[in-house]
C-alpha cells in the first residue's frame, strides 16, 4: 500500500495532515505502508513518525530537520565539504561578542543572514561598522521573541547573478535570478530580480556536478540549491561554483509554473516508486498555480 500526504499525488490510500501533527491513525497508517509520500510542507514531527515506520520515504529531509536553518545549512555545507563562501557561524549575540574580543577586525563589505527567512528579507549588506550595528540591534530584538542565530559571509562578487539548481527526485533544472538593479542586493524575484534561462555549458557542468556530490552525501532529492560564482568565472573554461543556500520551499516561476513542476514532481515520484518496486496508477489532484516564486 502507498500512503500519499500530498494533495496532488493521489495513490492507493491519500490522508492530510496540514497544521497538525500527526495522531494515531497517521501512525497505523504509516505502519500498513509499503512507502509514504509526504508534501513539502510536512512538520517535522510527521516526517519524523514516517521515517520511523516505513522503509520509504519521499522526500528524504534528514538534512532539513538535522540541519535547520541557515546556520545549520552552514554546519552542513562544512561537515559535508562542499565548496561555499568562508562563513561564520553564531548561535546568538553573547557568541558573536566573544568571537568579537578575539577575532581579527571585521573587512567590509560582508553579508550578515538571520537564521530564518525566505526571499532575502533577513539577509543585508553590510558595509561599515554602523550597518553592523544595526543588524546587531536587529538580532537582539529577534532574541527577545526567542529566534536566535545569525551568521556573517564574505561577500562574492557576481554581477548580480545567482543560479538556481532545482533538485526534484534525479531531475534537475537549472537557471539564473538576475538582479539588474545595482542598487538592491540579493538577486529573489520578490526583489525585482528576473529569470535568465541561458545557462553556459560550462557553468552548468559544473553545478550539476557538485549538486550530484552533495545530493549523494546528504540524500536530498526535493529543493532549490542556489550558487553562486566568482564575476570572474562567469567567462572561465572551469567556472567554480559556491552553494549559498538550499530552498526547501521554492518558488516555481523558472519551471515555468505550478503545473510543469507538478508534472515533474509526479514523474519523479512515479521513478522513485518503480525503483524500489512499487507501481502505482497516479491520477493527479487539481493543482494551484497561485504561487509565487
Known sequence: MILSYHPCYETDTNRLCAGRDPDADDLAAIQRADAVILPQGCRQTLYRMAKDNCRHVFPNYDARFAYPGKTGQARLFEATQISHPKTWIFSDLKQFKNWQQTASAIVFPIVFKLDWGGEGETVMLLESPSDLDQALCKAADYEKSGQRGFLLQSVIPHKNRTLRMVVVGQARKAYWRVQDNP????????????????????????????TKRFCHQTQI???????????????????????LEINYFFGRTGLGGSTPFYAMLQAEIDNWLANIGLNINIA?????????E
Open 221 to 243: 532529492n526535493l529543493a532549490g540549491l542556489d550558487f553562486i560564482f566568482h564575476q570572474s568565472d562567469l567567462i572561465a573554461d572551469n567556472p567554480q561554483p559556491l552553494i
Open 284 to 292: 493527479t489532484a487539481n493543482i494551484s498555480t497561485t504561487e509565487k
Open 183 to 210: 542598487d538592491i542586493f540579493g538577486t529573489s524575484l520578490t526583489g525585482g530580480a528576473r529569470i535568465d534561462h541561458a545557462v553556459s555549458p560550462d557553468i552548468e557542468r559544473e553545478a550539476l556536478t557538485l
